[in-house]
């Protein structure tokens, strides 16, 4: 399976996503710079955090206009996994792939800590490897993170399953302790914890590693051969 991790200039976490998916997941990865057109060649796609065009306007105000979101809509629209961390998500929520939008956190201090999650969908292409119901350990670092949406889009998220992971406790003022969402039809993802920083026991946590081994088994299941 290949993975392409995209670089906005500012992004931050590219490196951790990326040894996440080579030396911990064992997959193909390579790095996709934000000003390329064509996401054809991979099977997934990953936006990871950090702080894109500096923060400026708003977290991935202007990110989401680099010329490769192109073709992040089209991977999307393609059934393709899009994961989006934290300033990956923040991008795909300013690109419209997402629902919703993010505020300053409701104290407005930088929030850099392990947090519990709770998963409350385990039948996402992304989750599948947890337990519905388990609670998992992963850090955030965030200075917006504060997820809002309207009520009806609220309903919406919540009729169709799209709440994938909330904060155990109250964390940054998200609604509902929403800590990650997908898209209406299950393939993109976005979350504010970091899964890649949470791949190895000595990292202080392995609980991240499943979101990726989900994305590998979905995508193998999809793509059986019967010889
Ligand atoms: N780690 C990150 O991706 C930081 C995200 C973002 N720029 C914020 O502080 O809210």
């Known amino acids: 399976m290949k993975f392409a991790v995209i670089v906005f200039p500012g992004s931050n976490c ?8 080579k ?5 193909d990865v390579s790095y996709v710079w934000h000003d390329e057109t064509s996401l054809d060649r991979f099977d997934a796609i990953l936006l990871p955090g950090g702080f894109s065009y500096g923060d400026y306007l ?3 105000a202007i990110a989401r206009f680099s010329p490769i979101m192109k073709a992040v809509e089209e991977a999307a629209t ?3 996994p899009v994961l989006g961390v934290c300033n ?5 929520l300013e690109a419209g792939l997402l629902p919703g939008a993010m505020r300053k956190n409701a104290k407005l201090k930088f929030i850099c800590k392990p947090v519990a999650l ?3 969908n385990s039948e996402t292409m992304f989750s599948m490897a947890y337990e519905e119901g388990s609670v998992i350990t992963i850090p955030v670092a965030h200075g917006d993170g504060n997820y809002y949406c309207d009520q009806e889009t609220l309903a919406s998220l919540e009729k169709n399953n799209q709440i ?5 406790s109250e964390l940054n003022g998200s609604i509902n302790d929403i800590a990650g969402i997908t898209n209406e039809k299950g393939n993109v993802l976005g979350m504010m ?3 890649e920083r949470a791949v190895d026991s000595l990292l202080g946590s392995e609980d991240g590693l499943k979101l990726f081994k989900s994305i590998v088994k979905h995508w193998r299941e999809q793509h059986a051969t019967t010889s």
């Open 14 to 21: 590219d490196l951790d996503m990326f040894h996440a998916i």
């Open 193 to 195: 914890p970091h899964p």
């Open 88 to 92: 990956g998500f923040q991008v795909l």
């Open 164 to 168: 994938v992971f909330t904060y155990e």
């Open 78 to 80: 393609a059934g393709k």
């Open 58 to 60: 708003r977290s991935g």
């Open 23 to 27: 030396d911990e997941l064992g997959e």
């Open 118 to 120: 709770k998963v409350k």
